[in-house]
């Protein structure tokens, strides 16, 4: 019982870290379990994801798909505050240019917005609402499945490139900006799990064309992994806070092209 009140303790301060949703001040806070909490990204992923599901649904219900789409993501993106999309940004900024390292790096602390970041954000999040309206237009149930196993599934991406690297960033910044640093091969097993948890249900609630989709899906939020380990290594030598915001855009996108792929066209 109380290692289960524990990890229920670490769900609520990956909860408050990432979203805007209340967390009673009891829970109380430990810098140890700042790390420990990672396991439970994926979770924290599920609770956006049904949020704007529901959202999406509602919205499907009265506006064409195109509309219904944009809504789901603007309410995983209120809240959220942006969190990941603005790391998208700073490490589109960052590294879409020809810098060294400390270069990017310091272009990532800054809080305006470049040239880089505002196409790199206008292109995620323009891809993920056609993904989201082509399947609303399918079936908007399918959509709503898609969006949240999405945003689950795709948390686990900043978790193992927690495992698969080291820090890259300035320490210093990380101290000032809580940041969970590392994880370990249990915490890595428990985001997995979660990601099984967010299938399973899946393929409940979305039938053949879940079916279909999700090895394909994996597989993308995989690819991006295996990517952004590269590309980190070279650039940075590691991972920074930005990096990994980037890293659950870039699988959630990658997740969401999948289902249209191969969901959308065994639903049709």
Same mark, same amino acid.
């Given at each position: &019982?109380?290692?289960?009140?524990?990890?229920?303790?670490?769900?609520?301060?990956?909860?408050?870290?990432?979203?805007?949703? +209340?967390?009673?001040?009891?829970?109380?806070?430990? +810098?140890?379990?700042?790390?420990? !909490?990672?396991?439970?990204?994926?979770?924290?992923?599920?609770?956006?994801?049904?949020?704007?599901?529901?959202?999406?649904?509602?919205?499907?219900?009265?506006?064409? +798909?195109?509309?219904?789409?944009?809504?789901?993501?603007?309410?995983?993106?209120?809240?959220?505050?942006?969190?990941?999309?603005?790391?998208?940004?700073?490490? !589109?900024?960052?590294?879409?240019?020809?810098?060294?390292?400390?270069?990017?790096?310091?272009?990532?602390?800054?809080?305006?917005? %470049?040239?880089?970041?505002?196409?790199?954000?206008?292109?995620?999040? %323009?891809?993920?609402?056609?993904?989201?309206?082509?399947?609303?237009?399918?079936?908007?149930?399918?959509?709503?499945?898609?969006?949240?196993?999405?945003?689950?599934?795709?948390? !686990?991406?900043?978790?193992?490139? &927690?495992?698969?690297?080291?820090? %890259?960033?300035?320490?210093?910044?990380?101290?000032?900006?809580?940041?969970?640093?590392?994880?370990?091969?249990?915490?890595?097993?428990?985001?997995?799990?979660?990601?099984?948890?967010?299938?399973?249900?899946?393929?409940?609630?979305?039938?053949?064309?879940?079916?279909?989709?999700?090895?394909?899906?994996?597989?993308?939020?995989?690819?991006?992994?295996?990517?952004?380990?590269?590309?980190?290594?070279?650039?940075?030598?590691?991972?920074?806070?930005?990096?990994?915001?980037?890293?659950?855009?870039?699988?959630?996108?990658?997740?969401?092209?999948?289902?249209?792929?191969?969901?959308?066209?065994?639903?049709?």
């Amino acid at each position: &019982m109380r290692t289960l009140a524990h990890e229920a303790r670490l769900f609520l301060i990956a909860l408050q870290f990432f979203t805007r949703v +209340p967390i009673p001040a009891r829970v109380g806070f430990e +810098p140890a379990w700042l790390q420990d !909490c990672a396991r439970h990204f994926p979770a924290v992923g599920l609770v956006v994801g049904a949020f704007g599901a529901a959202a999406l649904l509602g919205a499907a219900a009265l506006w064409p +798909p195109a509309i219904a789409a944009g809504l789901g993501i603007a309410a995983t993106v209120w809240l959220t505050g942006g969190f990941h999309e603005d790391g998208l940004a700073d490490t !589109c900024d960052g590294l879409g240019g020809a810098v060294s390292r400390a270069r990017a790096l310091e272009i990532m602390k800054d809080s305006r917005l %470049g040239s880089y970041g505002a196409l790199g954000l206008l292109l995620v999040l %323009g891809l993920k609402a056609a993904a989201l309206a082509a399947l609303v237009a399918r079936s908007p149930l399918l959509a709503a499945v898609a969006l949240a196993w999405g945003h689950g599934a795709s948390r !686990c991406a900043p978790v193992l490139l &927690m495992r698969l690297l080291p820090y %890259g960033g300035d320490p210093e910044h990380a101290k000032a900006k809580p940041l969970a640093l590392q994880v370990s091969a249990t915490g890595v097993a428990v985001a997995l799990g979660w990601v099984a948890l967010a299938s399973a249900a899946a393929l409940a609630l979305g039938g053949a064309p879940a079916a279909a989709a999700l090895p394909w899906a994996l597989a993308a939020i995989a690819a991006v992994v295996l990517w952004m380990r590269r590309w980190l290594h070279r650039r940075l030598g590691g991972f920074t806070g930005d990096t990994l915001g980037a890293a659950q855009q870039l699988g959630e996108l990658a997740a969401l092209l999948a289902w249209v792929a191969v969901a959308g066209r065994a639903h049709g």
